[in-house]
């Protein structure tokens, strides 16, 4: 028996009436995963939920799917969000990717005195979050904001947010990575007093972040600084393992 496709949908879901496809779901529905007219199919979005539907037509520009019953109902999920340094593009699709599957809730590339990368190709990643977010089970898409310079993210904060700062780094300028002394706590000590609401999670470029920078992050009262370890991990690594503690910590992997 061939496995359910999951299909993310914009246009507003209800039992009884129809949603659009577009050009590029019915290519992929017909001509990649080979489904016809009648097929099942489920359409979600997360204003609406998850329903059962099937295809009605498919064409070259586009086609219709007709919703049965509503197979799940929307649900809260953790407000999320995800600040990055952009690396290289394999492991930028790997972040936009993973970081879907882990449940963050919007991507934001932040251009940071040591970014390496040159620009980032916000309509790739969002491909790929929408993919994974089918592929998953969750019923929202991360969207993808457009890469902007730490330095303006932060200056436009919004006061609610609290934000995990990843900092690997020591305050000894003789020592590689700045020595022991002056690291941050681990994140799940750091985390104990804190509480559930808006969050973000920062992780910096393959470098690390700079004096300047770190002493800024260090300075703002939003900011939790936190260590992944004793290990330097690369920068996709860290954003896995920062995201995996802070769904242990504050998020819904707590709950059944």
Same mark, same amino acid.
């Given at each position: 028996?061939? *496995?359910?496709? /999951?299909?993310? $949908?914009? #246009?507003?879901?209800? %039992?009884?009436?129809?949603?659009?496809? *577009? &050009? %590029?779901? %019915?290519?992929?529905?017909?001509? $990649?995963? /080979?489904? @016809?007219? &009648?097929?099942?199919?489920?359409?979600?979005? #997360? /204003?609406? &939920?998850?329903?059962?539907? *099937?295809?009605?037509?498919?064409? @070259? @520009? &586009?086609?219709? #799917? /007709?919703?049965?019953?509503?197979?799940? %109902?929307? $649900? *809260?999920?953790?407000?999320?969000w995800l600040l990055f340094a952009p690396v290289k593009r394999d492991a930028v699709d790997l972040i936009a990717q993973k970081a879907t599957e882990l449940g963050v809730a919007r991507l934001s590339p932040v251009m940071t005195e040591r970014t390496v990368a040159a620009r980032v190709n916000e309509d790739r990643l969002q491909s790929i979050a929408t993919e994974a977010a089918e592929q998953c089970g969750r019923l929202s898409v991360p969207p993808v904001d457009a890469a902007r310079k730490l330095t303006q993210v932060l200056a436009d904060w919004p006061k609610d947010r609290a934000l995990m700062y990843c900092d690997e780094a020591g305050d000894d300028p003789n020592e590689e990575w700045g020595g022991r002394e002056g690291r941050a706590r681990p994140v799940l000590e750091a985390l104990t007093s804190k509480s559930e609401g808006p969050w973000a999670i920062l992780i910096g470029p393959e470098g690390g972040f700079s004096p300047e920078e770190r002493a800024r992050l260090r300075a703002l009262d939003f900011v939790t600084p936190v260590t992944l370890g004793p290990r330097i991990l690369r920068a996709d690594t860290a954003v896995f393992a920062a995201i995996t503690l802070w769904q242990a910590a504050l998020g819904d992997w707590r709950k059944a």
């Open positions: 028996m061939a *496995s359910l496709i /999951r299909l993310h $949908v914009d #246009a507003p879901l209800a %039992a009884g009436g129809a949603a659009p496809l *577009s &050009g %590029a779901q %019915a290519h992929y529905l017909q001509h $990649v995963m /080979r489904r @016809k007219e &009648g097929d099942p199919l489920a359409l979600f979005n #997360a /204003r609406d &939920g998850e329903f059962d539907a *099937s295809i009605e037509n498919l064409t @070259k @520009k &586009g086609g219709a #799917a /007709r919703l049965g019953a509503q197979r799940r %109902a929307p $649900v *809260s999920e953790p407000d999320l």
